[in-house]
């Protein structure tokens, strides 16, 4: 084994393309090795969750919760670690070490931090296969038993939560309460949210749009908006957006985060005073949007600045903003896609059956997984 170490905690998106990236040149190169950790030995694909949560059709957790391999795990000058990083010890140009939540510390001279995001409600993962798949056994049947529903945020997964439970209910009341007058935020295109909320809209979805549910317990089978709206549900469900799951980051000390909880990272996804540790997807302070895309962006400016590292050189490349892109579902059959080249491009139902409505970029993702 050698004696550099090359530790990489967190395995989605960036964490997983990072690892077999660097994994591949150690194994060639012999001159490091490269650790994962990472509490789950599985992955959760996020893009099919939301359909895995309002149906059994498919089995969808099968191939949502995806198996860390033999292969990903075991290998000349690479291991898996399932455990859970609990601080950092950082010495700045001579590396440092992460202690687990076992107690054990593992040495880095290089240290990658690609944590991901903090959800709420039906996005909370556990960090069992047997307790997501119960979880989502136990969301299907509040889904199955409501017949008005209040999704609580309109962005992307209030949107797709909705076109979900559409597809399967379709006489069931879907409600989506978000504080800005169009869908999503101002990252679009008007033109675009507008294209998202005519898609909604023409499914049954009803939009309370400007206003917000502050508290989420019903009263007399109703729920009452900031602005005094009064709306009829059985369930009411957050679908607000994620926050950067940065607790570790803390031990690195006050420096470390911006105000917001984003990691303060150079060009190069170096963090600001602190040389060898970098960090990638969604816990960055970056102007762009949080996505499995982006993510996966980082992931080859990540291993070839810590190839060079490691290799003693200082020659690294700074990371460049990828395009705005997304492709929003509406249920199987339909959706919208917006890019942000030529100042905007709106793209309907076909292009979102496309790409992303029928697979849910499942097949895609485990390829470049890996898994």
């Given at each position: 084994m050698?004696?550099?170490?090359?530790?990489?905690?967190?395995?989605?998106?960036?964490?997983?393309?990072?690892?077999n990236?660097?994994?591949?040149?150690?194994?060639?190169?012999?001159?490091?090795d490269?650790?994962?950790?990472?509490?789950?030995?599985?992955?959760v694909?996020?893009?099919?969750?939301?359909?895995?949560?309002?149906?059994d059709?498919?089995?969808l957790?099968?191939?949502?919760?995806?198996?860390?391999?033999?292969?990903?795990?075991?290998?000349?000058?690479?291991?898996?670690?399932?455990?859970?990083?609990?601080?950092?010890?950082?010495?700045?140009?001579q590396?440092?070490?992460?202690?687990?939540?076992?107690?054990?510390?593992?040495?880095?001279s290089?240290?990658?931090?690609?944590?991901?995001?903090?959800?709420?409600?039906?996005?909370?993962w556990?960090?069992?296969?047997?307790?997501?798949?119960?979880?989502?056994?136990?969301?299907?049947?509040?889904?199955?038993?409501?017949?008005?529903?209040?999704?609580?945020?309109?962005?992307?997964?209030?949107?797709?939560?909705?076109?979900e439970?559409?597809?399967?209910?379709?006489?069931?009341n879907?409600?989506i309460?978000?504080?800005?007058?169009l869908?999503?935020?101002?990252?679009?295109?008007d033109?675009?949210?507008?294209?998202?909320?005519?898609g909604a809209e023409?499914?049954?979805?009803n939009?309370?749009l400007?206003d917000?549910?502050?508290d989420?317990?019903?009263?007399?089978?109703?729920?009452?908006?900031?602005?005094?709206?009064?709306?009829?549900?059985?369930?009411?469900?957050?679908t607000?957006?994620?926050?950067p799951?940065?607790?570790?980051?803390k031990?690195?000390?006050a420096?470390a985060?911006?105000?917001?909880?984003?990691?303060?990272?150079?060009?190069?996804?170096?963090l600001v005073?602190?040389?060898?540790?970098?960090?990638?997807?969604?816990?960055?302070?970056?102007?762009?949007?949080k996505?499995?895309?982006?993510?996966?962006?980082?992931?080859?400016?990540?291993?070839?600045?810590?190839?060079?590292?490691?290799?003693?050189?200082?020659?690294l490349?700074?990371?460049?903003?990828?395009?705005e892109?997304?492709?929003?579902?509406?249920?199987?059959?339909?959706g919208s896609?917006?890019m942000?080249?030529?100042?905007?491009v709106a793209l309907?139902?076909?292009?979102?059956?496309?790409?992303?409505?029928?697979?849910l970029?499942?097949?895609?993702?485990k390829?470049?997984?890996?898994?």
């Amino acid at each position: 084994m050698s004696s550099q170490n090359v530790v990489i905690v967190g395995a989605g998106p960036a964490g997983l393309i990072s690892y077999n990236t660097l994994a591949a040149k150690a194994a060639k190169a012999s001159n490091f090795d490269v650790i994962l950790i990472d509490p789950r030995n599985f992955h959760v694909h996020q893009p099919s969750s939301l359909r895995m949560l309002v149906t059994d059709q498919g089995a969808l957790e099968k191939r949502t919760l995806m198996p860390h391999n033999e292969a990903l795990q075991n290998g000349k000058n690479k291991r898996v670690v399932h455990d859970k990083v609990v601080s950092i010890t950082d010495k700045g140009t001579q590396g440092g070490h992460v202690t687990l939540a076992s107690g054990e510390t593992i040495d880095y001279s290089v240290l990658v931090l690609s944590t991901g995001s903090v959800w709420s409600g039906p996005l909370v993962w556990a960090d069992t296969k047997e307790e997501i798949i119960a979880k989502a056994h136990d969301w299907r049947s509040k889904f199955k038993t409501s017949k008005n529903i209040v999704l609580v945020g309109g962005g992307a997964v209030g949107f797709e939560l909705a076109g979900e439970i559409k597809d399967i209910y379709p006489n069931t009341n879907v409600t989506i309460v978000h504080t800005q007058l169009l869908p999503l935020n101002d990252t679009y295109t008007d033109s675009w949210r507008k294209l998202a909320k005519k898609g909604a809209e023409k499914r049954g979805i009803n939009l309370v749009l400007g206003d917000a549910v502050e508290d989420f317990e019903i009263q007399n089978g109703k729920v009452t908006t900031r602005n005094g709206k009064s709306i009829t549900t059985d369930l009411v469900v957050p679908t607000f957006g994620s926050k950067p799951n940065t607790e570790i980051f803390k031990t690195l000390g006050a420096d470390a985060l911006n105000e917001s909880g984003f990691v303060r990272v150079q060009p190069t996804l170096q963090l600001v005073n602190h040389p060898r540790i970098f960090a990638a997807g969604d816990v960055i302070e970056w102007k762009e949007e949080k996505q499995l895309m982006k993510a996966m962006a980082h992931a080859p400016i990540i291993a070839q600045n810590v190839l060079a590292m490691v290799n003693g050189t200082n020659k690294l490349k700074p990371y460049k903003t990828s395009m705005e892109m997304i492709v929003l579902t509406n249920g199987k059959g339909g959706g919208s896609g917006f890019m942000g080249a030529m100042g905007g491009v709106a793209l309907g139902d076909w292009f979102a059956r496309m790409i992303k409505s029928k697979d849910l970029l499942i097949d895609m993702s485990k390829k470049a997984y890996a898994l």
